[in-house]
C-alpha cells in the first residue's frame, strides 16, 4: 500500500477517522458490489459460452431462452455466496474462497436439478447447456474475483480500514503483510502500540509516516474504525482484557492473530471450555482417507497427462538429441519421504560436464557465487544448453517425472525434490519435508518460484506441510497452469 499511515493524536483522532472512512465511503459495502459484480459477470459469460458449445455441436440457431434457463444458478448462487461467507471475504485466502466457490456453486446446481425433477419440468432444461454453465463457471470465478481485486487495488478502492494494536515484532510483520497482499481487502490506516514504545523505523514498510494512538485516555476514539488486528504476541494481557473482554473501543469486528506460526493454519475449529477458547488443529496427512484420494488423483491426473503430453514429449525427446551430444533423459539421486533416497527422471537440460562448467564458473564469479549460495540457482547458468534453456522455461523438462508420480515416488504437488547436499539446508524444517512425497509442482513454484531466496523456499515448503489439504492442492495445480503458462519465475 503506497498510502501513508496515519498521524492521529488521542484527542483529535475521532474526527480524523471519521474523516477517512467518509472520504472512502462504505468501503465494506463497495467491497461486496464489486464482487457481487464480478460473480454475475462469470455467471452471464458462462452461459453464454455454453449456449455458444451447444449451437457449435448441434448446428442450430442461436437460442436465448436456453440462457433463461442459467438465471436460477446466478440467483440462488449469489445468495448462498453470502450466506458462507463470500462476501465481501475480507482477508478469505485464496484456497478457501475457491473451496467455498466451487463447493456452493456445485451444491447449488444439484439442488436446482433435484428440485427439477421434483416438480417434473426436467425436460424443459437442456442439460448440456446447465452442465456447461456449471463447469464453466467453476472456473471463471475465482479467475474474475482475482482481476477484479486487482483493478481495484491499482484504483485504490479496495481494501477496508482497520486499526493494528501492538506493534513489537508481530505487529511489524502484519503491516508489511497487508500492504505486500493488498487484494487480502485489509487495509491498516492507523496504529495503536499500547507499550509505549516510541521507535517505529521498518525499512522494509513503504510507509513515510508511522504513530500510535495511546491509550491514555481510553481507546474509545478509535470507534470509527469498525475492524481491529490484535497481535496477541505484541499487547500486554491487561490491555487485551479491556478491549476483548470488556468491550473496549467499540470495534464491531476484533480479529485475533496468535503467534502460533508452527501449526495449520487451515480448518482450524474453535471450541468454548467455560469461557476459555480451545482451538482443534486438524493434521491431515494423518487422515488415511485423504491421503489416499490424493494417490488416486496422483494415478489419474498422471495417466491424463501423460497421454496428453506424448507427443510433445516425443518432439523434445528429437530436439534435445540434435541439440547437442549426450542421453536425452537424465536421472539423479534426491531425497524422498521418510528420508529416503529417490532417482528422479528429467529430460536433460544440461551440458554432459555440467558439474565441471559450474565449478569454473562459480570460482571466476563471485558475483554468481554469492547467487549461488543464497538461491542454490543462477539466472545466468552456464551449464543450459539451447534446447535446455526453452524446456526449463516451460517445465517441460520435468515431465518424465510423471513416471516417478505413477512409481510412486513423487506426488503431483509437494515439495520439489532436494538435492542429497541440500539436507543441511532445510535445517530445523528437514522432518517436515521428508513428511511428505516430493512434488512435481508445489506452492513454492506458484509464490515466486526462482524469484525467491532458498530459505524462503524451505518456508514455503514447511506452509504447505502443515496446511495440507486436498483443497491446496487443487489450488496450486490451478495456479501451476497459469504459472507455466506466464513463465512467472522461469529461467
Do not use: C
Not at 425433477?117 to 424443459?124: G, L, T
Not at 504513530?211 to 497481535?231: F, Q, R
Not at 482451538?279 to 494417490?295: F, P, S, Y
Not at 526453452?390 to 532436494?418: H, T, Y
Amino acid at each position: 500500500m503506497k498510502e501513508d499511515i496515519k498521524v492521529l493524536g488521542v484527542k483529535d483522532a475521532r474526527g480524523k477517522l471519521f474523516g477517512i472512512i467518509s472520504r472512502r465511503g462504505n468501503i465494506r459495502l463497495r467491497m461486496v458490489f464489486l464482487l457481487m459484480g464480478a460473480d454475475i459477470f462469470s455467471f452471464l459469460l458462462a452461459g453464454f459460452f455454453a449456449i455458444g458449445v451447444r449451437v457449435f455441436i448441434f448446428s442450430e440457431p442461436l437460442r436465448f431462452d436456453l440462457f433463461v434457463q442459467t438465471l436460477p444458478i446466478l440467483t440462488v448462487s449469489l445468495f448462498f455466496y453470502g450466506l458462507t461467507g463470500l462476501y465481501p471475504a475480507v482477508g478469505m485466502s485464496a484456497v478457501e474462497e475457491l473451496k467455498k466457490l466451487v463447493s456452493t456453486t456445485t451444491f447449488v446446481v444439484l439442488a436446482l436439478t433435484a428440485v427439477s425433477f421434483w416438480v417434473r419440468n426436467a425436460n424443459s432444461f437442456s442439460r448440456l447447456t446447465l452442465t456447461l454453465t456449471w463447469l464453466s463457471s467453476i472456473v471463471l470465478l475465482p479467475v474474475n474475483r482475482d482481476l477484479l481485486r486487482a483493478i481495484a487495488v491499482s484504483l485504490k478502492v479496495w481494501g477496508e480500514p482497520v486499526a493494528i494494536i501492538g506493534f513489537e515484532k508481530q505487529g511489524k510483520w502484519a503491516l508489511e503483510f497487508f500492504q505486500k497482499n493488498p487484494k487480502l481487502g485489509i487495509n491498516p490506516v492507523v496504529i495503536l502500540d499500547p507499550s509505549g514504545h516510541q521507535s517505529y523505523s521498518h525499512s522494509q514498510v513503504r510507509v513515510s509516516k508511522i504513530n500510535a494512538l495511546y491509550p491514555k485516555e481510553g481507546v474509545g476514539s478509535l470507534t470509527d474504525v469498525k475492524t481491529a488486528l490484535i497481535m496477541i504476541s505484541d499487547v500486554p494481557e491487561k490491555f487485551m482484557t479491556m478491549i476483548s473482554s470488556n468491550q473496549k473501543g467499540g470495534w464491531e469486528r476484533l480479529i485475533l492473530l496468535p503467534n502460533l506460526e508452527q501449526i495449520s493454519s487451515f480448518g482450524v475449529v474453535s471450541f468454548d471450555f467455560g469461557g476459555v477458547l480451545g482451538l482443534e488443529v486438524r493434521h491431515n496427512l494423518l487422515d488415511m482417507r485423504q491421503r489416499a484420494i490424493k494417490r488416486v488423483m496422483d494415478i489419474m491426473l498422471s495417466i491424463a497427462l501423460g497421454i496428453i503430453f506424448l507427443p510433445i514429449g516425443l518432439l523434445i525427446a528429437l530436439w534435445i538429441r540434435l541439440d547437442s551430444p549426450g542421453p536425452i533423459l537424465y536421472s539423479q539421486e534426491r531425497l524422498g519421504k521418510d528420508g529416503r533416497k529417490i532417482t528422479i527422471y528429467k529430460f536433460r537440460s544440461m551440458k554432459l560436464n555440467a558439474d565441471k562448467v559450474l565449478a569454473e564458473y562459480l570460482s571466476n564469479n563471485p558475483v554468481a557465487n554469492k547467487e549461488w549460495e543464497q538461491n542454490q540457482k543462477l539466472y545466468d547458468d552456464p551449464r543450459i544448453t539451447r534446447a535446455g534453456k526453452w524446456i526449463r522455461r516451460l517445465s517441460l523438462d520435468e515431465l518424465p517425472q510423471l513416471f516417478n508420480i505413477l512409481k510412486g515416488d513423487m506426488s503431483l504437488v509437494g515439495p520439489r525434490p532436494i538435492m542429497l547436499d541440500q539436507e543441511a539446508l532445510y535445517g530445523d524444517h528437514i522432518e517436515v519435508y521428508t513428511n511428505v512425497r516430493p512434488g512435481l509442482s508445489g506452492f513454492w513454484q506458484v509464490s515466486g518460484r526462482n524469484q525467491t531466496s532458498f530459505r524462503q523456499r524451505v518456508d514455503y515448503d514447511a506452509y504447505y506441510v502443515r496446511n495440507w489439504s486436498i483443497w491446496l492442492d487443487i489450488y496450486i495445480i490451478v495456479r501451476t497452469v497459469w504459472v507455466v503458462l506466464s513463465r512467472d519465475g522461469a529461467y
